[in-house]
């Protein structure tokens, strides 16, 4: 039956692709992948040889129709990312809004999303969080940086390893140097590793230790009495 899959990939270590997703994708009619040359890699170590094209932000809007056309007239169709959830960061929301506005059948499986592990592995409060993803790099920054000084969830990040070190003194400078944070970086891969510390401490840390690779940034709220007290 034509549908629309989306198909988590991992977010590093290869090994945690999962049985029905390699299924999916060898079952399917057309995989739709942000990078057909890195989706490559994964495609050639669990033997799945069905075609792929390029699905990314820079096409998304202009191929979408012809894409919804082609599951209507019977295609079952596959999307991926680099890396990780299609629509978590990464373009797949808009093609699953017009699919699901057309009446196509959308199934999402589960699987690999880098802020779930950094979240847990932070020690900060789960039951509460807001994902913020990549914040604003210049319109809108500020003040978003002051709406969520204000917040008492726990906030997720993602970030480049290039503006890490401006993105934690920004937010000492709006959340307060004390606030408690973590950075995870090359989650599942060889150099996994997790800084725990106060907004100020990973500053001077990451100063002057260069940091690499794909980076989760966790940092607590703000504790509810302050809120009240403010």
Known sequence: ????????????????????????????D?????DTRT?????KKYEIDTHMISHHKFNEHQTVDAIKEKIRAGASVALISDAGTPGISDPGFLLVRTCVGAGIEV?????????????????????????EGFLPV??????????????????????SPFRLVKTLGQFVEFFG?????????????LHD???????????????????????????????KEKVREE
């Open 1 to 28: 039956m034509s549908k629309l899959f989306i198909v988590p990939t991992p977010i590093g270590n290869l090994e945690d692709m999962t049985f029905r997703a390699i299924r999916v994708l060898k079952e399917a």
């Open 30 to 34: 057309l995989i739709l992948a942000e």
């Open 39 to 43: 989706s490559l890699t994964l495609m």
């Open 107 to 131: 199934e999402t499986l589960p699987g690999p999303t880098a802020f779930v592990p950094a979240l847990v592995n932070s020690g900060f409060p789960c039951d509460r969080f807001c994902f």
């Open 138 to 159: 210049k319109k809108g920054r500020q003040t978003k940086l002051t709406e969520l000084s204000q917040e008492s969830r726990t906030m997720i990040f993602y970030e």
């Open 177 to 189: 140097g004390e606030r408690r944070a973590s950075v995870s970086r090359e989650i599942s891969k």
């Open 193 to 223: 590793t997790t800084h725990r510390g106060t907004l100020q401490e990973l500053f001077d840390y990451f100063s002057s230790h260069e940091p690499k690779g794909e980076i989760v940034l966790i940092v607590s709220g703000k504790e």
